[in-house]
């Protein structure tokens, strides 16, 4: 084994370990009130349903809050998306992983890198325009990456990975 494979892989065992060891002291997530919108199972430190973390739109909209205007391939013109930024939910469970799987009430599913946390603000948008999202808009939660490109021919980088009816995260 590579000096740098072996270094990744202790990386990602520390960041795992720390994460289990602090889940200790971590503050409790509390049990949805609400409908469940979304649910996150797989390597993570803070659960409040047996080995998952279940959210409904109050407890997410309690995160802290981020938004951005963006360019989609599926709306016209730009677009003001609001809601939590990925990395600040699976800093909130403490997770950790080598890719975070997504999948939509429609069974599609994407892996997105790790990676994508540290280089782009991705989003899981609430809200569009304001307005609270529906599922028959895309919602109630729609992965969303800044674009800020407005040309019509543009195909977006990220469109496999922007899953809309966002229904699981599993980290892994």
């Known amino acids: 084994m590579s000096s740098f494979l072996r270094h990744c892989v202790f ?20 049990a949805p009130s609400g409908p469940v919108i979304l649910t996150v199972t797989g390597e993570i430190g803070v ?12 407890m997410l909209e309690a ?24 990395k600040d939910l699976i800093a909130r469970i403490e997770g950790c992983g080598a890719e975070i799987f ?21 989003l899981l948008a609430l809200r569009q325009n304001g307005e609270e ?17 407005p040309s019509l021919a543009h195909v977006g980088p990220h469109n496999d990975k922007m899953v809309w009816q966002l229904e699981t995260l599993e980290l892994r």
């Open 63 to 86: 995160l802290p809050q981020a938004s951005f205007v963006s360019y989609t391939d599926w709306t016209v013109g730009p677009q003001r998306f609001e809601g939590v930024l990925l």
């Open 11 to 30: 990386v990602f065992v520390f960041v795992c370990v720390t994460a289990a060891v602090s889940a200790f002291a971590a503050d409790p997530l509390p």
């Open 47 to 58: 659960t409040n349903a047996d080995g998952a973390a279940r959210f409904d739109r109050d």
């Open 133 to 149: 999202m529906r599922i028959r808009d895309k919602g109630p939660i729609w992965i969303i990456y800044p674009d800020p490109r």
């Open 102 to 122: 997504a999948r939509a009430l429609n069974n599609y599913g994407a892996p997105i890198p790790w990676s994508d946390l540290q280089e782009f603000p991705v």
